[in-house]
């Protein structure tokens, strides 16, 4: 079941990346006193009491500036609002109560979702008391205070979050059809694709970049099976603003590669392979779900004996970290090789859903150990015990050794590489969990 969705908005610089940071744990987001200084959406998983959810640190907003970056951060937060199922409004209680505070106050009530008030930098209640009930002027509900520097008021509010989230659904969680998300730069044809599978025009298809507003569930039955494709959105463009549009499809991809199974990586062959591109897949890898590359508009292209060759390197050195993905070249406009993509959706679940036997994975593990020895530190070597699977979606195995320190990445990715040999796994991430075991303790 995909995570919901918590966004921090509110005015530049009354401490949104310092509440992100507090709430994710680590420091992720930069933190500087010039406003604007976070100029991306960043996101990550939080989990409070038995709950998860994704959370994104936004740009601060503010209403009526004609400051090209500000009015860029004022479209991310937008998005985030769109997409979000919770939204923290930071206020800072130094600066005090201003009228962009009251403007964002009205953005967000057209939202229609729950919204809970935070005030920021209160390091004392006793002292600060009188100052949080001016807060309650923006008639946005009951003020929550905190220091989010000091993690004072932190757990209250996650509470009140966790309230206001929605019900697990067990609708969602009974629904065994495939669900594939198709997310890429916008313009990209991720649209058009849909349409194309579906044979009617069902999806508005423009050549300007973000006519999908909002992520699309589309069902499409094929050989008698259905199939659930989720079209991500692009970007609104505003005139005079140059757009970077790394910005505007990073939250939404997010929250669709949360509900898909399988990932399709739609990528412009005229375009090629971009650092965007890189950014989406990676966002799939690390969630470990199962990918596909799909380069569209091929029939654009002039093609030699070479093209296809050069173009799978280029996206293979680009994106290194998933050389499991399979790359289908396509035409979303003319329908070139699209029936394809089916028999690779299947084959890619089924290979995220796969189990080995412990006893078989171990003949494996002592092949690959027999031909390769373990490294060596300072004398010692590491030693490999056993290994067992312990989940699927991805596959994730425990690999129990003597010391994990010795566990050496490049190892790491020889034994995953030797499951994937034996096994397959053709388009899922693989998990290998070091654990520390005596030899005693291995079983028989």
């Known amino acids: ?234 970007i609104r463009r505003k005139n005079k603003i140059k757009e970077d549009l790394e910005h505007y499809m990073i939250v939404r991809a997010v929250a669709a590669i949360e509900r898909s199974d399988v990932v399709v990586v739609v990528i412009d062959a005229q375009e090629g392979i971009t650092e965007q591109d890189a950014k989406v897949a990676g966002i799939a890898h690390e969630r470990g779900k199962g990918i596909i590359i799909a380069v569209n508009k091929w029939d654009t292209l002039e093609k030699d004996n070479h093209t296809v060759s050069k173009f799978t390197a280029r996206i293979r050195s680009t994106l290194s970290f998933m050389q499991y993905a399979d790359i289908l070249f396509l035409s979303a406009k003319t329908g070139q090789r699209l029936y394809k993509l089916y028999p690779m959706i299947d084959e890619v679940i089924e290979s995220a859903n796969r189990r080995v036997a412990t006893g078989v994975l171990n003949e494996i593990l002592s092949e690959a150990v027999a031909l390769q020895q373990p490294p060596m530190d300072k004398g010692k070597r590491l030693r490999c015990y056993y290994m067992t699977q312990v989940g699927v979606a991805p596959p994730t195995f425990v690999l129990f050794v003597n010391d994990k320190k010795l566990m050496h990445f490049s190892y790491e990715r020889y034994i995953e590489n030797q499951i994937r040999t034996a096994f397959g796994f053709k388009g899922t991430a693989i998990r290998i969990l070091t654990r520390e075991r005596a030899r005693k303790d291995q079983p028989d």
Request: glycine share 8%; no cysteine.
């Open 1 to 234: 079941m995909s995570k919901p969705i918590v966004a921090i908005v509110g005015r530049p610089n009354v401490g949104k990346s310092t509440l992100f940071n507090s709430l994710a744990g680590s420091r992720i987001s930069i933190i500087e006193d010039t406003p604007g200084v976070t100029r991306d959406r960043i996101y990550a998983d939080v989990e409070w009491l038995d709950r998860r959810f994704t959370l994104i640190d936004t740009g601060g907003i503010e209403p009526d500036t004609s400051d090209i970056i500000l009015a860029q951060m004022r479209e991310q937060a937008q998005i985030a609002i769109d997409t979000a199922d919770v939204i923290l409004f930071l206020t800072d209680l130094k600066q005090g109560l201003v009228d962009a505070d009251a403007k964002v106050a009205d953005m967000l009530r057209r939202s229609h979702k729950p919204v809970l008030l935070v005030v920021n930098k209160v390091d004392s209640w006793q002292r600060d008391e009188a100052a949080v009930y001016e807060f309650y002027n923006l008639g946005i509900g009951d003020p929550y205070p905190i220091s989010a520097a000091n993690r004072t008021g932190i757990g209250d509010l996650l509470d009140e979050v966790l309230r206001l989230l929605p019900a697990r659904s067990s609708a969602e969680e009974e629904d065994t059809r495939p669900k594939i998300a198709i997310v890429g730069k916008p313009n990209v044809g991720k649209s058009s694709l849909i349409n194309r599978l579906l044979g009617e025009e069902r999806l508005i298809v423009s050549d300007i970049a973000g006519t999908t507003r909002d992520a699309v569930d589309t069902e499409v039955t094929y050989n008698g099976k259905e199939y659930i494709f989720i079209d991500t959105a692009g």
